[in-house]
């Protein structure tokens, strides 16, 4: 007799979808309460994750840290406290059902969006029962519809508790809850499962229905796990499936996906399973509740990123969803995610914080504040939350202290102020270089720093490095008026002042020659040179005029300056001019009118206008507000030291593009923290006019009034000019209202 058997197939997908069938009337919140966790209960489960994300990034220690801040700003420092000890102090709640008399082995936290403006708070009730007797229950408010919090409840295992923020913290007390906005990564990552209830969006019967039917389909499927089921078919999966389609689109329109604290949340998240509601209900008032984890989610969005009808807000919400489930994309990251609610730890996926993007991205969401609040106040309030999410999703080590009647009121703009602070105290190079309008302070006066943008870092493929450790550091004080910087400066020479270049006119006029001719052939380039070419463009004419000054600088600079420009790390985006190609066109002698009939010709002036776009992109600091009308492009140099005979005709070039208001007044200078070369993509170069009398002033500090900040494009004679350069001399630099003197 034959006593072999069928191996059970391996079924990965198994339980990614799911339909959970829920009576409506079955929940009782009377059966649950919320109960402190104590040692070393605690300890356990706020421990199994507990991994510094901050020893990815150069070791940044949060004493260090605040050290260095009270050097900088000491009326900074005194608003940030060391998270360790936040997540050491918090009051740890979870709830659980009132006769579980246990320890909790592990527990799941909730995400949602809060829908009412009042949140309710548990309360204490008499409970009725037979023979006269009473007892007292608590009793809380439901922070989703009763069917979604059952579909969570059944996410928990009977040794399990759950986290939800409306119960877990006393919201009467706003120091536990200060306390606990700054510990929220220890209770998101040391959850087993992040259950996200979505109660603003229901399925239609047309999509619950193809999701029964695909369910077989998908949870069945034979391919490995790294593969996605029916990905890459002609025409796209999606586009056959007009329900499918609607589904997905009905699921990132949910505000849910707005919230800074939802995304923050999702981020932190080791595991998640995402509820929402169908829009069928049976008689017997039967509710469904579609159910499915990080796995499904991961194959909506491949499949939807096929779709080429989606509008830029969806491609928008695409992508940040994939950038928020990055850390579980990969093959070994998929097999820590939940399926069937697993009790097995994960590994952390480690990946270093770019402050300032996580900080832009922070600040575009929404945050509700504490409802009980009045409206202004809960406005600061969602300020100060975010500036807590910041510094978490940068992976820094501190988070703001309780508030005090005495510290600066949290409007948007100090709170930026405050997280530039802390990222020059960490030495990050990009708050010294941000490029948005200066930050407009409480008092009315502007202050030395500027908005962070998306802009400040497009350039740049990588991370920089933090900036070395200075002997003179930078520093932040007021004269009583407004805020200034204390710092090192190396200011550049302007050749066109000192040394002008004769044969510059001539390179305007051949420049303006190369882009009338393009215009008239109609020669292709990207979105900068394509958008103003239409006729009648009201920005044609300082459009073109921008295109002309800044090739006629190229044709200043010289072929090797172009070719080093062109192979740099900050240009790898376009098509590369080949050495030949840039000999030719910068050839005095060619004769452009026969060359532009060629199509090589053409296509090396294509790959010209590309750099030309790239350089503007870039150069322009459009976020404050300049454009081509405001801002030209001027040549620079690196100074050469006085120990050194080096003629000044000879290399060490750069462009940058400064205000044509300032252009008989200006200097530029760029600070002696960020002179490396691995910066040159950062706007390091500073626009200044003195505040002095006479710049020669034999006074210790010289100060200065920032106009602008921008990128300077040097060669490798430049970089490494201002590498060696060790003449520096520190200045105060004051924001662009500043007018007091010295």
């Known amino acids: 007799m034959d006593y072999t058997t069928t191996p059970v197939p391996y079924l990965p997908r198994l339980g990614h979808l799911a339909f959970l069938d829920l009576e409506v009337e079955e929940l009782d919140t009377s059966s649950l309460q919320a109960r402190l966790i104590q040692s070393p209960t605690r300890e356990f489960l706020l421990s199994r994750r507990r991994i510094w994300d901050t020893a990815t990034r150069d070791e940044i220690d949060a004493d260090t840290l605040l050290a260095d801040l009270g050097h900088l700003a000491p009326s900074v420092a005194k608003d940030f406290i060391s998270k360790e000890h936040t997540e050491a102090s918090f009051a740890f709640r979870l709830i659980n059902d009132v006769d579980y008399h246990g320890e909790e082995e592990g527990y799941i936290a909730m995400s949602y969006c ?45 040794r399990e508790g759950l986290w939800f923020d409306q119960v877990c913290i006393n919201q009467d007390d ?145 992508r940040t969803l994939q950038d928020l489930l990055i850390g579980h994309s990969s093959t070994q990251g998929k097999k820590d995610l939940a399926v069937r609610r697993p009790d097995t730890p994960q590994t952390l996926n480690f990946e270093p914080a770019a402050f300032v993007p996580k900080m832009v991205d922070t600040f575009q969401m929404k945050a509700g504040g504490n409802p009980r609040l009045p409206e202004y106040l809960r406005r600061l309030d969602a300020n100060r939350d975010k500036t807590c999410i ?134 292709p380039g990207p979105g900068m040179w394509g958008f103003w070419q239409g006729p009648d463009h009201q920005r044609a004419a300082s459009m073109c005029n921008a295109f002309i000054q800044t090739l006629g600088c190229i044709f200043n600079c010289g072929p090797q300056w172009l070719l080093e420009l062109t192979t740099s790390h900050n240009f790898s985006h376009i098509s590369t001019l080949e050495p030949h190609t840039i000999d030719m066109l910068l050839n005095p002698h060619l004769i452009i009118q026969n060359y532009i009939l060629l199509p090589e010709g053409q296509s090396a002036l294509s790959s010209l206008l590309a750099c030309i776009s790239s350089i503007l992109i870039s150069g322009i600091p459009w976020a404050s507000g300049a454009t081509e009308r405001t801002h030209g492009p001027l040549i620079v140099s690196a100074p050469t030291p006085s120990y050194l005979s080096i003629d000044p005709t000879c290399g060490s070039k750069a462009i940058i593009f400064a205000p044509f208001v300032h252009s008989k007044t200006l200097l530029i200078a760029i600070p002696d923290a960020v002179k490396a070369a691995e910066y040159d993509g950062l706007a390091r170069a500073w626009v200044l006019t003195s505040m002095n009398p006479f710049t020669g002033s034999p006074k210790q500090s010289v100060s200065w009034t920032l106009q602008s900040k921008g990128v300077v494009f040097g060669d490798g004679n430049f970089k490494a000019g201002l590498a060696r350069c060790g003449e520096v001399r520190c200045h105060r630099v004051y924001g662009p209202s500043g007018q007091m003197s010295a």
């Open 114 to 158: 809060w829908k009412k403006m009042n949140r309710d708070t548990p309360r204490k009730v008499v409970e009725d029962l037979p023979f006269a007797w009473t007892r007292e229950v608590e009793q809380f408010p439901l922070p989703t519809s009763g069917t979604l919090f059952q579909a969570v409840l059944k996410e928990k295992s009977a």
């Open 174 to 318: 706003e120091a536990e809850r200060a306390t606990i906005i700054g510990a929220i990564d220890a209770i998101y990552k040391n959850a087993r499962t992040v259950v996200v209830a979505l109660d603003d969006i229901v399925a239609t019967p047309e999509e619950e229905q193809f999701l029964r039917s695909y369910l077989d389909q998908y949870s069945y499927s034979d391919l490995a796990i790294d593969q996605q089921p029916n990905a890459h078919q002609n025409p796209p999966f999606m586009y056959q499936h007009p329900a499918f389609v609607s589904f997905f689109e009905r699921f990132i329109q949910s505000e849910y996906f707005e919230r800074a604290w939802c995304a923050h949340e999702i981020r932190l998240g080791q595991q998640h399973v995402f509820l929402l509601r169908c829009s069928s209900q049976y008689v017997d008032e039967v509710q469904t509740v579609i159910r499915f984890t990080t796995y499904f989610l991961l194959h909506m969005l491949v499949l939807a990123s096929e779709l080429l009808t989606s509008t830029p807000a969806q491609q928008t919400r695409i």
């Open 390 to 523: 910041a510094l978490s999703t940068s992976k820094l080590p501190i988070t703001l202290a309780p508030s005090n009647p005495y510290q600066r009121p949290n409007i948007e703009d100090e709170c930026l102020r405050s997280l530039l602070l802390v990222g020059l105290a960490a030495r990050d190079p990009v708050c010294l270089c941000t490029t948005g309008t200066p930050l407009q302070l409480h008092d009315g006066s502007v202050s030395w720093l500027s908005r962070p943008t998306s802009l400040d870092t497009h350039s740049n493929r990588s991370i920089p490095r933090r900036f070395p450790p200075s002997s003179n550091p930078i520093r932040q004080s007021s004269d009583g008026r407004a805020e200034y910087a204390q710092l090192n400066l190396i200011f550049l020479d302007l050749p066109h002042r000192s040394n002008p270049n004769p044969l510059f006119p001539t390179h305007i006029a051949r420049a303006r020659l190369f882009i009338h001719l393009c215009i008239q052939f109609r020669i």
